[in-house]
């Protein structure tokens, strides 16, 4: 899929103007890739409109070229279309929460239960795992194999009960022992039937979950869809668990089950063991089906180069010798994104960037700069000059920092403003010179 998006969008670099015949010929092409990944035919469709008519209608930003702003366009519409945030597990006001795995065999519920459990157990909180699949020789075992290994209790009442009584009995159990979460890990089957659909609705009534999960292997494709859809409507899952994303798997179904389902995918499988859990991130997700290659270095660049028309104003207020602890703040917020603040004052034209070595300032130290800017009145950065010792103490002490790091600060700031004024004065009396000689 990326090699296909990025041959589609790289065809729009460089070019001056985006007619609606660019955006129309491209989009064929992104439309084709996605369905080549297995993502469902409605996804792409509504997807590659949605992207279609924000991108004919839009103007395009001054810093970017038009191929630039429809990489933008995909890569944001892509996000929204998995959700805009990463979403959380729903916690009961009164324990214990109980959390329903459920999806089909070797979708990865069991590992998952497992894992999730290691994740809860690292909060403080007292998971309880439980053994409902009672048919498939072993899973007792399996289930019981991964609670001692993340060191969780693990509740099983061997295979002679049915998967709803376990369950109740479970959440009993659960209460009396202090668990306030409790994990039932189930049965799967190869392919969707109505057997196991009852055996869960069963459990659902009769332990009513805060999430009921339903765990995915990210490589079945578009069959990840259907199995996302029926589940959903039998169950009404709150959740998806896309498993085995350290594969080779493309991100299509992340993509489909989110829009076919309208449920979050919640948390993402990245190995077999049992630390290898991450919560989801639809921006990352998105990345990772544009590809690493071109195109993120391209929406990368043109992020560049917006910053560097902010730069212009910046040049502005230097010039005219205007510069305030306010800009520096501003100054950093933007490039916390960007690195180094020598190399983000070296964007701006004309200034050498080894002119800026007596800087010296790290991304770590930008934290601690802020804090103390944050802790400056307004008359103060507007105003450094009127900053004597005692408005030192104040401020190292507002910013958790020392007064010798005011200083350091003060100093560099002094230092860069000089420094600006040389360099301005410098152009000036080379123009004066070029002028004149
Ligand atoms: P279940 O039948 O749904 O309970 O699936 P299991 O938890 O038994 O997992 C089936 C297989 O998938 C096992 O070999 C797991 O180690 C493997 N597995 C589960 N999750 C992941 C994952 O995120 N990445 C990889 N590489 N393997 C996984
Ligand atoms: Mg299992």
């Known amino acids: 899929l990326s090699e296909k998006l990025q041959n589609a969008l790289g065809k729009l670099k460089g070019r001056g103007k985006l007619t609606e015949k660019d955006v129309n010929s491209s989009m064929r092409e992104v439309k084709l890739a996605l369905l080549e990944a297995d993502v469902n035919f409605k996804v792409v469709k509504n997807f590659i409109n949605d992207v279609k008519e924000r991108a004919v209608g839009s103007e395009v930003m001054e810093s970017l070229t038009p191929g630039q702003q429809i990489v933008k366009i995909v890569n944001e519409e892509l996000t929204n279309l998995m959700g805009e945030k990463e979403s959380k597990l729903e916690f009961s006001p009164t324990p214990p929460t109980v959390i329903l795995m459920c999806g089909l065999q070797g979708a990865g519920k069991t590992t998952t239960a497992g894992k999730l459990a290691n994740i809860l157990k690292n909060q403080d909180k007292r998971p309880l795992l439980v053994a409902c699949d009672i048919y498939r020789p072993a899973a007792i075992k399996q289930l019981q194999v991964v609670g001692e290994k993340v060191d969780v209790p693990v509740f099983s009442m061997g295979d002679k009960n049915n998967p709803v009584d376990i369950a109740k009995a479970a959440v009993e159990h659960g209460k009396r022992n202090g668990n306030d979460i409790i994990i039932i890990d189930t049965a799967g089957r190869l392919h969707i039937d109505e057997e196991l659909m009852d055996e869960l609705e069963g459990i659902k009534s009769e332990v009513t979950p805060n999430d ?157 700069i802020e804090a103390i800017i944050q802790s400056m009145t307004k008359e103060e950065r507007t105003d450094p000059a009127i900053i004597n010792s005692s408005r030192r103490k104040r401020i190292a002490k507002g910013s958790g920092t020392s007064v010798q790091e005011v200083n350091r600060l003060l100093k560099q700031f002094r230092e860069t403003k000089k420094m600006m004024k040389r360099f301005t004065d410098m152009e000036k009396s080379m123009k004066k010179k070029g002028k004149f000689g």
């Open 212 to 368: 009921i999960l339903l765990v995915v292997d990210s490589m079945t494709g578009q069959d990840a869809v259907t199995v996302a859809e029926t589940f959903n409507s039998r169950l009404g899952i709150t959740g998806v668990v896309l498993t085995k994303l350290d594969g080779d798997a493309r991100g299509g179904a992340a993509l489909s089950i989110r829009a076919v389902t309208e449920k979050p995918i919640k948390f993402v499988g990245m190995g077999e063991k049992l630390d290898e859990l991450e919560p989801f991130h639809p921006d990352r997700m998105a990345s990772r089906i544009l590809g690493m290659g071109d195109v993120l270095s391209l929406i990368e660049k043109a992020e560049k180069s917006f910053d560097a028309q902010k730069a212009m104003e910046l040049e502005k207020k230097i010039r005219s010798q205007q510069f305030t602890f306010d800009d520096f703040l501003d100054q950093l917020d933007q490039m916390k994104n960007l690195g180094p603040l020598d190399q983000v004052l070296g964007m701006i034209p004309g200034i050498n960037s080894k002119q800026l070595k007596n800087l010296n300032v790290d991304e770590k130290e930008i934290v601690r």
